[in-house]
């Protein structure tokens, strides 16, 4: 019997006479990019910062028809955590900010506001957070702040998250009332009969 020739190579391509290249897993084409990482204002719901500052001059009142100064407190804050199972961080920075007065009115700004000694100017003077009352009563002020999210893993740089988040301070009180000016002649408790006593 003569002998026979050995049989060829099985070919290098998933086939029936190769099986053991159709059971494996494929390798990875070097060229081919690794999928991006798509993190959402949702993957990031656990990191919460912190409420913003909702202050006002003066101090929980107001005087008709002259301006209250509303003045934000919030600032960019990182938050640390878990994200997608890794250590991680997000950054929160402020982009907008916007007080809904219980009259109806709403200011809008892109700035948190300052208080007027900061600004240069005398007291009840208009700003760009300010808001005048036109009648006597009780108000409630809300604050939201509007915040831009990145996201960071340990090593890696800041990377944006679409979109933007919301976030409200605390209402403030606001009680307005009327102010008349008297001019007196002398100490009123001295001279309670005095001119304007």
């Known amino acids: 019997m003569a002998p026979t020739d050995p049989p060829p190579p099985p070919p290098e391509n998933c086939s029936p006479i190769n099986v053991a290249i159709c059971a494996g897993d494929p390798q990875p084409d070097p060229e081919d990019p690794a999928p991006a990482i798509v993190v959402t204002l949702r993957d990031i719901a656990s990191f919460r910062p912190a409420k913003p500052g909702n202050g006002m001059e003066p101090g ?44 109806g009115a709403t200011v809008e700004s892109g700035q948190p506001g300052a208080n007027w000694a900061t600004l240069g100017l005398r007291e009840f003077s208009a700003t760009p957070t300010s808001h005048s009352y036109a009648e006597s009563g009780e108000y409630v002020v809300e604050l939201s702040v509007v915040l831009r999210a990145e996201y960071r893993f340990a090593g890696s740089g800041w990377r944006a998250i679409a979109g933007t988040l919301s976030i409200a301070g605390e209402p403030q009180r606001v009680l307005v009332g009327q102010f008349d000016t008297v001019l007196t002649q002398g100490d009123c408790n001295a001279y309670p009969s005095g001119p304007g006593c």
């Open 60 to 103: 929980g009142w107001a005087i008709e028809d002259l301006p209250a100064n509303f003045v934000a407190a919030a600032s960019v804050e990182v938050v640390s955590g878990t994200l997608l199972g890794q250590p991680a961080d997000v950054r929160f920075t402020p982009v907008g900010y916007r007080w809904t007065h219980s009259d």
